[in-house]
T-cell receptor
Framework: LAKTTQPISMDSYEGQEVNITCSHNNIATNDYITWYQQFPSQGPRFIIQGYKTKVTNEVASLFIPADRKSSTLSLPRVSLSDTAVYYCLVGSVRDSGGGADGLTFGKGTHLIIQP | ETGVTQTPRHLVMGMTNKKSLKCEQHLGHNAMYWYKQSAKKPLELMFVYSLEERVENNSVPSRFSPECPNSSHLFLHLHTLQPEDSALYLC????????????FGPGTRLTVT
């Protein structure tokens, strides 16, 4: 499994755009990049997934450069309710017998949004 | 509301007790998972089920015993737990085990006394 590195914490203000970068230097060819959000005492929530270039949905955008050794989660115009822990995960599907390598969560980035 | 429910939400049990955690998904998914989240530690994958068959067991102590009677229900049977087993236990489901889009339940906050 590719190891990921992300900042332990970040601060921002309401209405700002927030970019959280994740490093994954050992990403493999078959690996996808997935981001989850978790509020205290709740289960993580899937935000976005991508393989290369840019992916956008109603919640966020994910930017992946050509070498795929890093990725950036972009949250537009954050609000107080975006305060949460954000996890970057990198993994792939096993070829033999199917089955995911499993979601390996790191410590994530604790994002704090202030008024 | 993610379509995955867990009961109970909170559980306090002694080390000699036997209890069970229940998870139910209403999403028609084929894969279900148990995770453990201890304070200040990353989420740990415990068990993976695909179409009611266990496909992964990450060296979890035998005092944790999973059961998947059908693709919608998942149980975690607990017996003779230790205080260090106190944690948030999360259930998740996905369309299949090749999907990284997992839907998590709210979790059961377990305290072992």
């Amino acid at each position: 499994l590719a190891k990921t590195t992300q900042p332990i914490s970040m601060d921002s203000y309401e209405g700002q755009e927030v970019n959280i970068t994740c490093s994954h230097n050992n990403i493999a060819t078959n690996d996808y990049i997935t981001w989850y959000q978790q509020f205290p005492s709740q289960g993580p929530r899937f935000i976005i997934q991508g393989y290369k270039t840019k992916v956008t949905n109603e919640v966020a955008s994910l930017f992946i450069p050509a070498d795929r050794k890093s990725s950036t989660l972009s949250l537009p115009r954050v609000s107080l309710s975006d305060t949460a822990v954000y996890y970057c995960l990198v993994g792939s599907v096993r070829d033999s017998g199917g089955g995911a390598d499993g979601l390996t969560f790191g410590k994530g980035t604790h994002l704090i949004i202030q008024p | 509301e993610t379509g995955v429910t867990q009961t109970p939400r909170h559980l306090v049990m002694g080390m000699t007790n036997k209890k069970s955690l229940k998870c139910e998904q209403h999403l028609g998914h084929n894969a279900m998972y148990w995770y453990k989240q201890s304070a200040k530690k990353p989420l740990e994958l415990m068990f993976v089920y695909s179409l009611e068959e266990r496909v992964e067991n990450n060296s979890v102590p035998s005092r944790f015993s999973p059961e998947c009677p059908n693709s919608s229900h998942l149980f975690l049977h607990l017996h003779t737990l230790q205080p260090e087993d106190s944690a948030l236990y999360l259930c998740a489901s996905s369309q299949d085990i090749v999907s990284y889009e997992q839907y998590f339940g709210p979790g059961t906050r377990l305290t072992v006394t």
